[in-house]
């Protein structure tokens, strides 16, 4: 098996397209053509993680956070990044992480956040914005079903009218002759999708169409995703008192501390929370204004305890604790596409956070 169907399978679930516009997603290093022997999972690639998947005969390693973050200058060996890098090069081992496309897609960490609480996911809490556009296509009727195709191949859902279709052709050897008007059979394909996706699919798209492609346009769409994007809104069915709440998080997390604002009372009873893996605390806002009792995630700032006191009750817990789940989201999906190939979590990885 090549790396790229194991790639390919995490990446149908969490498209690269999903991550946000400063992230680094995707393969960090290698190839997608090498032959993967195993995988090694896990939240942040180290040398010791590097010299783990070697010693466990493992050629791909599948991270969520991206090894290679910002650009490299130099390989050297006097960073951790670098000497993972190169000891990935030497022993002919991959790396491939999926950071910010994992935290949008459904299903993946803060659904999973939710699930390991018990609470049902209603909504996304921020929603992936400016990314959809509108694909209008006009192809003569005998070129619908290859342009249908691509459609279909890209996974793209779209919708087909028919009608006619008037055009200017040039119909003479006399340079200086007139246009004459043609009208032909034509069909109208109109979809939305993500920007991303548009550019390979308008490449393709004219290529099987050839001379049959009358027309194709691109235009922005206002709409945002309903399902895609950062954190989620969830019900616990039966709810909970704030101090039990903090006592489930920290269990479910495996979190030996929790850092929050003064509790509630315990006659209040929280039903609706919300929760973003990772740094999320820049979504505060969001969950007050989505009607969120209380918010999980981590690294909140001293400022945003001051602030928000008062209008929700802000768990946070360490930021490996919160993605931690990562490693399962990414086992689950390999181990649905290929149930026997071999696939570890790592088990020298520690939180870099100690508490004292």
Known sequence: MLNAAIIS???DFAPASFQESWDNTGLQVGSLRAECTGV?????????????????????????????????????GNTPVEEAVMRAISYGISIYSCHTAVDSTPGGVSYRMAAMLGAEPVRVLQPLTDRLVSLRVTVKANALDKALTAFSQSDVACS?????????????????????????????????????VATGLCSEITEVTGSGLLSLSVTKDSRSYTSVGLG???????????????????TVFN??????????????TIRRIAMCGGSGSEFISDAVRAGAQAFITSDTRYHDFVDWQNDILIIDIGHFESESCTKEIFYNVIREKFPNFACYYSEVEENPIIYI
């Open 9 to 11: 399978a995490i990446e």
């Open 40 to 76: 090694l999972l896990c939240v942040d690639v180290t040398p010791a993680i590097v010299d783990e998947a070697r010693d466990r005969g493992c050629s791909l390693i599948v991270s969520h956070h991206p090894l290679i973050f910002k650009g490299l200058k130099r390989l050297t």
């Open 160 to 196: 087909v009218t028919d009608t006619r279709t008037c055009f200017n052709a040039d119909v003479t050897d006399d340079p200086f002759g007139s246009a004459k008007t043609l009208s032909v059979n034509s069909s109208v394909i109109e979809a939305v999708t993500d920007k991303s």
């Open 232 to 250: 989620v809104i969830a019900l616990l069915s039966d709810g909970l008192t704030a101090r039990s709440l903090v006592d489930k998080v920290k």
């Open 255 to 268: 979190s030996p501390v929790a850092r929050c604002t003064p509790l509630p009372d315990d006659d209040i």
